[in-house]
């Protein structure tokens, strides 16, 4: 996979070269480019953004330097590209498209701060038939889309083929099965005076898979009911709906 970053801040995106990402990068399973938004600008200034039509606070990213950017970056490499704007008035961002977003060749993400990139931007990719997808990490305002940027491509990139040591470890995450995922303990078996739950130690691997299930409908049920209430018919046994 492929991934790019246009920003105006590249430095912002370094964390991306640390750790488990960085050996995925290292080992060729991902391809990274930042790109400073900056290059493509024509006036002495480097001006990125204007004040906003109709007024109101804040700048607005000028469209021109955005299109141009967007074009010369995707013509840097001929596998085709799903355009991503982290922006919190986009779709949810989840494990699904997470989980989806693993099929794609190339991922480019734009970066917006300010308001937000003028919306002629995403208009003109879309009615030139690129795929662009407007996705939000969460109900909360943040200075750019670096940060999310960051979220999105760590929870893509853990999920490729060769990039966790265990691939069990992906499929058993919070999510993907639709539920939260439980407590979990290491040794020490007594720590501060607090025992690991006896059935972790009893080597019975049905008790234990029944417990942890439990754990991880009791923990759903109580943090987040809208997640069981999502859950396809089929997704719960007799066992859990004796819980
Ligand atoms: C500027 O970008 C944001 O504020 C943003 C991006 C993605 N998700 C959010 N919740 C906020």
């Known amino acids: ?3 790019d970053v246009i920003t105006i801040f590249p430095g912002y995106l370094a964390p991306l070269r640390e750790a488990l990402l960085g050996r995925a990068i ?6 990274l480019a930042v790109h400073d938004l900056r290059s493509w600008t024509r006036d002495v200034h480097q001006a990125v953004d204007d004040s906003p039509y109709g007024g109101g606070p804040g700048m607005v990213m000028r469209p021109q330097v955005w299109g141009e950017a967007l074009d010369a970056v995707l013509a840097l490499d001929e596998r085709p590209a799903r355009i991503v704007v982290p922006t919190p008035a986009g779709r949810p961002f989840t494990q699904a498209t997470a989980q989806a977003w693993t099929g ?4 480019v993400f734009a970066c917006g ?3 937000g990139i003028d919306q002629r931007v995403v208009d003109d990719a879309r009615r030139r038939d690129l795929p662009v997808d407007e996705v939000s990490i969460g109900d909360y305002v943040l200075v750019g889309g670096e940060v999310a940027v960051l979220v999105m491509v760590e929870a893509v990139v ?3 083929p060769g990039v966790l040591g265990n691939p ?3 499929q058993q995450d919070s999510f993907s099965d639709g539920l939260l995922e439980g407590p979990a303990y290491t040794r020490p078996e007594v720590w501060r ?16 898979a029944r417990w942890r299930r439990d754990r991880a409908l009791e923990r759903t049920a109580q943090r987040r009911p809208d997640l069981l209430a999502a859950l396809p018919e089929d997704a719960l ?6 819980f």
């Open 237 to 242: 046994d007799d066992a859990d709906r004796a």
């Open 168 to 170: 069990a470890s992906a």
């Open 193 to 208: 005076g607090l025992a690991v739950p006896e059935v972790l130690r009893s080597g019975n691997h049905a008790k234990i």
């Open 26 to 31: 290292g080992a060729g399973l991902v391809d």
């Open 104 to 107: 794609e060749e190339r991922l």
């Open 113 to 115: 701060r300010y308001e």
């Open 158 to 160: 853990r999920l490729l």
């Open 1 to 3: 996979m492929r991934i």
